[in-house]
């Protein structure tokens, strides 16, 4: 049974840093890509980046590019998203997703956690 854990939200003021994780359990971790989105009250999800299955390609939202950061680590069975310099606009709660397409439509993924929730304050 596949399942994915995040953590490591919180509050943060404007300007501090945050690192999310996802532990991946239940299958082979390279096998496959890996996502984050994320959804704010009253909004569709979005996405907000991804990583391929061999850690080589990522690509990242243009409102998060050069403040955000995804990662993976094969040997703890774990994808990380780094966030740097956040905005109250950043507050949502945040998803990682494991699938076999990498895309930036939220229908490639097959798997999801349940969540972590990020709140910037101003």
């Known amino acids: 049974q596949v399942q994915l854990v995040e953590s490591g939200g919180g509050l943060v003021q404007a300007g501090g840093s945050l690192r999310l994780s996802c532990a991946a359990s239940?299958?082979?971790?390279?096998?496959?890509?890996m996502g984050w989105f994320r959804q704010a009250p009253g909004k569709e999800r979005e996405f907000v980046a991804y990583?391929?299955?061999?850690?080589?390609?990522?690509y990242y939202t243009d409102s998060v590019r050069g403040r955000f950061t995804i990662s993976r680590d094969g040997a703890k069975n774990t994808a990380y998203l780094q966030m740097s310099s956040l905005k109250p606009e950043d507050t949502a709660v945040y998803y990682c997703?494991?699938?076999?397409?990498?895309?930036?439509?939220?229908?490639?993924?097959?798997?999801w956690g349940q969540g972590t929730q990020v709140t910037v304050s101003s």
């Open positions: 997703s494991a699938g076999g397409v990498l895309t930036t439509r939220s229908s490639g993924y097959d798997y």
């Open positions: 239940g299958y082979t971790f390279r096998r496959f890509n």
């Open positions: 990583i391929s299955a061999n850690g080589v390609s990522a």
